[in-house]
């Protein structure tokens, strides 16, 4: 098959100086001083369909005097831009509490389901995780398809030489893969540049290793729907590999990546509410990326059981919702291929 270009997210990652792994584990974390912060909100938000008034001049709405919410928490509206800016200094403290409200409500409630891409186009079935493990899969660059070792050693095990998906038959070399890669970057393929990026970042397919250059193909693809890049952001900014290391800019990346299926963010996202304290806003987190298949994450809520930050039906919830994302991910094929050393 077409060979694998190197993972970022495994833990060969980073052959571009990064040793660390891409998912952060919490083994050595101290958990004293634990908290449990909780939000309260006493301001009741405008509906559409009651008597609406100015919150800063009292103007109450008409026709010829319309009004807008606050876009930040949409618990008041104004008739226009000097009566927000007047009443700012009022409004600031319950504003930005239920905008985070907001926040944690989308956080919180998107990205349950794992990804198109997650899954093999053949049988169909999700791909244990990390997906770009060599041991879980391999990704072919004729399609940009990533399948299950299962389907990909069914298919030679058939005679079958050339990429199982498309057909295309096996490219010869470096030289061909990268062209391949290029007329689909040219198209604006997210897939395509965010590899292309991979490529960069560790050196392969005769390119010179040049993290700024893959900082600039992942930020193309994510705007373009990348998840992946996405995450690939989230670590750069994390690690501080080829940009300025910045938390706050990776925390973004991550979250945006989260809420859109991929568990290696959610997971992430869990550690940055462990070095801040924030165990219950964590233990969430990683439920969620446990319940996707996540071993770690399963292995980091019993670690907070065990220190006491985590309840017992958390660290259970987390077992039985992991437990049956691996068995949704069993099959024949892929229990043969794993005999077979793949």
């Keep these: 098959?077409?060979?694998?270009?190197?993972?970022?997210?495994y833990n060969t990652i980073w052959a571009c100086e990064l040793t660390l792994s891409s998912y952060q584990t919490d083994t050595n974390c101290a958990f004293e001083n634990h908290r449990h912060p909780k939000l309260t909100m006493s301001c009741v938000p405008v509906t559409d369909d009651c008597d609406e008034a100015c919150a800063n001049c009292g103007l109450t709405a008409s026709d010829t005097a319309k009004l807008k919410n606050c876009n930040a928490c949409r618990l008041v509206k104004y008739c226009g831009v000097d009566c927000q800016r007047a009443h700012r200094k009022l409004h600031k403290k319950a504003c930005k509490q239920r905008a985070a409200e907001l926040k944690d409500e989308q956080l919180y409630s998107q990205g349950h389901e794992r990804p198109e891409g997650h899954f093999c186009p053949i049988c169909t079935l999700p791909i244990?995780?990390?997906?770009d493990n060599p041991n879980h899969s391999v990704f072919n660059?004729?399609?940009?398809?990533?399948?299950?070792?299962?389907?990909?050693?069914?298919?030679?095990?058939?005679g079958m030489k050339d990429c199982p998906f498309c057909r295309t038959p096996m490219l010869k070399n470096d030289a061909d893969e990268l062209a391949m890669i290029q007329v689909r970057v040219a198209k604006k393929d997210p897939e395509a540049i965010n590899r292309l990026g991979e490529s960069y970042c560790h050196g392969e397919l005769g390119l010179e290793k040049?993290?700024?250059?893959?900082v600039e193909l992942w930020a193309e693809a994510a705007e373009l729907g990348s998840i992946k890049a996405l995450f690939n952001l989230g670590v750069t900014h994390e690690r501080g590999v080829g940009v300025q290391r910045d938390k706050a800019k990776a925390a973004k990346f991550y979250e945006k990546a989260a809420m859109q299926g991929c568990p290696l963010s959610r997971h992430?996202?869990?550690?940055?509410?462990?070095?801040?304290?924030s165990y219950d806003?964590?233990?969430r987190h990683r439920l969620i990326s446990a319940k996707m298949g996540f071993k770690e994450s399963v292995e980091n809520v019993k670690e907070m059981f065990m220190a006491g930050v985590a309840t017992k039906e958390q660290y259970a919830e987390a077992l039985r919702g992991y437990q049956y994302a691996v068995e949704?991910?069993?099959?024949?094929?892929r229990d043969v291929a794993e005999r077979f050393g793949q």
């Design 1 to 9: 098959m077409f060979r694998e270009l190197g993972p970022l997210s």
């Design 128 to 131: 244990p995780l990390p997906v």
């Design 141 to 158: 660059i004729c399609c940009m398809k990533r399948i299950c070792n299962g389907c990909d050693v069914a298919a030679q095990t058939r």
């Design 210 to 214: 040049d993290m700024q250059r893959a």
């Design 268 to 277: 992430n996202l869990g550690g940055f509410e462990v070095e801040k304290g």
């Design 281 to 283: 806003r964590a233990v």
């Design 328 to 333: 949704e991910m069993k099959s024949h094929d």
